[in-house]
């Protein structure tokens, strides 16, 4: 298939562009940049020995996103164009809507003027919401979330089923990951936030190679065994790979309009047990404190996986350790992540 990855320079987004590449697909790359750089695109070409057109706009240009579809021949889109940033979201909650829900507008607008009809869709752990008993398991009615961001998940999984009951022909996979960690086994890409990370695991990969001093552990008094959070962390190639699945299951089962998919591994791991995997892996003391906790976190939150085994065929491969050796292959020879 000739795929449309939007976000294709973005962390999830370059591991899946590999993944593609490998399975045969063809892929051609939207993204604005707004959240990465352009010098991931050679790494990626370098990588898979093939070139990646990239068309660097924002999605919700909708007369350029036209005009791509207009253009080119798309058989298939992954879309994970979006902001991500949890606290950010609750201090710029317009730009969350705008950008997650306008660029998901111009593009179903795009397909179906282009009669393109497969969607794999980036979604996330946040829509289950605050009450929610662990393991998510994906039958459920309400969903919700306790931040802007999450909600324009919640929104834009609506409005997928709402467009997929309305459009004969259009199937779209919603994807919820758990926590997304790890790097490619080169090395040569991996994540690379901006400013200071928000999340458990660049942030302890930045005090290891001596960019942070210490990590805030964020509660220790939860009900967990060792009192810190526990979360559901799988590794990026393995999220990669679940994004082939999935193409090939809805070309596989025409009949599917519109279904949803846990990304996870069903394993939580605490922020302490994390801590110490990544010491063993890197050889490196990481420096940390407990602190209070950090607003709207949730004491636990692990996945239930049998829908994506027994459907897509996909189960999640790589161990913890994995994660924090592919993390520290890829830190430590980019300490200050992709040039540019
Ligand atoms: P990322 O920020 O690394 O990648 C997103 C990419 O989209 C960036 O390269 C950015 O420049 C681009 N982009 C943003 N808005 C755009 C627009 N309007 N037009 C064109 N390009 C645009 O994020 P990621 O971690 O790779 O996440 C990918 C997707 O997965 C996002 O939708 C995110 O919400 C979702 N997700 C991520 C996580 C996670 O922890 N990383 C967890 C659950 C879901
Ligand atoms: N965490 C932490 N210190 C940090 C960042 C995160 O203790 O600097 C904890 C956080 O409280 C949670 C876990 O690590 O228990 C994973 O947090 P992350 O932000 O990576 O993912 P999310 O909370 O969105 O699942």
Redesign the pocket.
Known sequence: MRVLV??G?????SHTVLALLDAGHEVLV???????KPTVIPRLEELSGQHIPVHAF???DADKTERLFADERIDAVIH?????AVGESTEQPLAYYE?NLG?TFALLRAMERHDVRTLVF???ATVYGEDAPVPYVENRDHLSSSNPYGWTKVMQEQILADVAAASPGLQVAILR?F??VGAHESGQIGEDPQGIPN?LMPYIAQVAVGRRERLSVFGGDYDTPDGTGLRDYIHVVDLAAGHVAALGHLAANPEIAVRAWNLGTGQGTSVLEMVHAFERASGVPIAYEIVGRRAGDLPASYAKTERAETELGWRAERSIDDMCADTWRWQSANPQGFPG
């Open positions: 939007t976000g320079a973005g962390y999830i987004g939207v993204d604005s940049f707004a959240n990465s924002d999605l919700r994970f164009a979006g902001l991500k950008n660029s980036s979604s996330s990951y926590n997304p999340n």
